[in-house]
């Protein structure tokens, strides 16, 4: 997960993405300060992080060159990479090359609508080869995902 504008303003909605998805029950394995987001007046950090056998690594960058917000999910068996704000999504499969070595090929990519996290949810759930329950967000879901943050912070 590429982020700028802090933690809590804007790593948060990717860290509630991935909890919709299926991916729950985090362990902060190192965390950093990165530097200060002055126009959100908040701290970003670098952090590495387990959900199971998944790696999620979130990756603070300066939002003084300019804004970027990206999830890059990498499995065995290709990509989906969410841009541009969770307004364009890319899904990559892996196919043999001509010389018999595996590459990445893109196999759709969609844009989303503004405001479309459910839409993003859905189409995501739908690329994936391992479907997953959709999950709801409910109380204990943002309870997690703000236990999580204070976690990262207090590593930090």
Partial sequence: IKYYGGLSNIASHSIDLLNQLGFTNFKVLSSEK??????????SFNAQLTSGKTKVELKALDESFFQIHELD??????????????????VYEV???NLGEKVLALKER??????SFDK????????LSSKEALQKHD???????MKLLWEIKERG
Avoid: C, M, Q
């Avoid at 999910?73 to 890319?90: H, M, P, Q, T, Y």
């Avoid at 969609?110 to 405001?115: D, G, I, R, T, V």
């Avoid at 993003?120 to 690329?127: G, I, R, T, Y």
């Avoid at 109380?139 to 995902?145: N, P, S, Y």
């Fill in 139 to 145: 109380v204990a879901t943002v309870a997690e995902t």
């Fill in 34 to 43: 990165a530097f200060n987001s002055k126009r959100h007046k908040e701290f």
């Fill in 110 to 115: 969609k844009e989303l609508p503004e405001e």
């Fill in 95 to 97: 196919i043999k090359n």
């Fill in 120 to 127: 993003l949810v859905e189409f995501v759930l739908d690329s």
């Fill in 73 to 90: 999910f990498i499995f065995n068996e290709g990509r989906i990479l969410v841009e541009d704000f969770a307004k364009k999504v890319s």
